[in-house]
């Protein structure tokens, strides 16, 4: 019986830094601080933070005063102009890399490209990265996207940093036939692809795959499919109170992965309830 845990599971730099940056905010300003939507998909450090003194709001109209901290998935600019308007204290905790991504998805619509995304179109990254580009976006969720897209005389391929790289791969396939000349920035972060890698390793060699992380954690939900695709009996659960004992039985090899923004304590958790369970089966 073996318990395999994915060295890489847990925060990644950008969420560890988002994370600081709130914390250290609290120290510094200690009524009327804000979150635009939660720092980062996951509902225990945000519970954490609120116990600092930290508020969520979902719309910078719901600010009155005070100090807003622009989350890990960045701002879009829509909101940025309105909390400049209003003369909020601006903290930016968006992540480096997927101000890049926003970076090169500005630089190929300058240079007249027309500027693919992939990734989910309803996540506040893509929203944000789209919000800066005037027209000629586009966001590609799967293969079947491109259909009646194109043909292009210039085009551009950016990706959600946290997409997979497969559905990447894909679309710059499809694209190689409808567009003269290509612009792709690899903009998936490496933390997501080492992730990636390092499920898909555990997932073959296990009977189950337990993966943690927020229900709305684009990341673990893409983990949860890339270890589904190879172990079914794969599940998604947000903490320990989640475990089904039932999953377990039979399983002499268990995996354990997590998604960027779940705390080690909370795999920690998982882990000994896990161990529970099994007694010292594992
Ligand atoms: Fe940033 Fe990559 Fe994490 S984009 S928030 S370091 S998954």
Redesign the pocket.
């Known amino acids: 019986m073996k318990l395999y845990i994915a060295k890489s599971a847990g925060f990644?730099?950008?969420?560890n830094r988002a994370v600081d940056i709130a914390v250290k905010a609290t120290q510094k300003y200690k009524k009327d601080l804000y979150t635009l939507g939660p720092i980062i998909h996951n509902p225990q450090t945000v519970d954490f933070l609120k116990g600092l003194g930290i508020k969520v709001k979902g719309r910078i109209e719901d600010i009155k005063t005070g100090t807003v901290i622009f989350r890990?998935h960045g701002v879009s600019l829509e909101e940025l102009i309105k909390a400049k308007k209003k003369r909020l204290r601006l903290i930016d905790a968006t992540?480096p890399?997927?101000k890049r991504a926003q970076l090169f998805a500005k630089y190929l619509n300058k240079h007249g490209y027309f500027l693919l995304i992939v990734g989910d179109s309803k996540h506040p990254e893509v929203r944000a990265i789209k919000s800066y580009i005037n027209d000629n976006v586009k966001v590609i969720e799967n293969i079947k996207g491109l259909r009646n897209l194109g043909p292009w005389k210039k085009l551009g391929i950016v990706a959600q940093?946290?997409q997979s790289m497969s559905l990447f791969k894909e679309v710059i396939n499809k694209c190689l036939e409808k567009a003269e000349e290509i612009r792709i920035f690899n903009t998936i972060?490496h933390?997501?692809s080492l992730r990636q890698k390092e499920a898909i390793k555990i997932a073959k060699k296990t009977d189950c795959m337990i993966v943690i992380g927020g229900y709305n954690s684009g990341?673990t939900q893409r983990l949860v499919a890339i270890c589904r695709e190879i172990q079914p009996k794969t599940y998604h659960i947000e903490s320990a109170n989640d475990l089904d004992e039932r999953w377990l039985k039979g399983c002499n090899k268990i995996g354990i992965t997590a998604g960027?923004s779940t705390p080690s304590w909370v795999i920690n958790e998982v882990a000994t309830e896990i161990r529970k369970m099994r007694g010292k089966d594992i």
Do not use: D, E
């Open positions: 990644c730099f950008g969420v890990s992540c890399i997927v940093t946290t972060c933390a997501t990341n960027a």
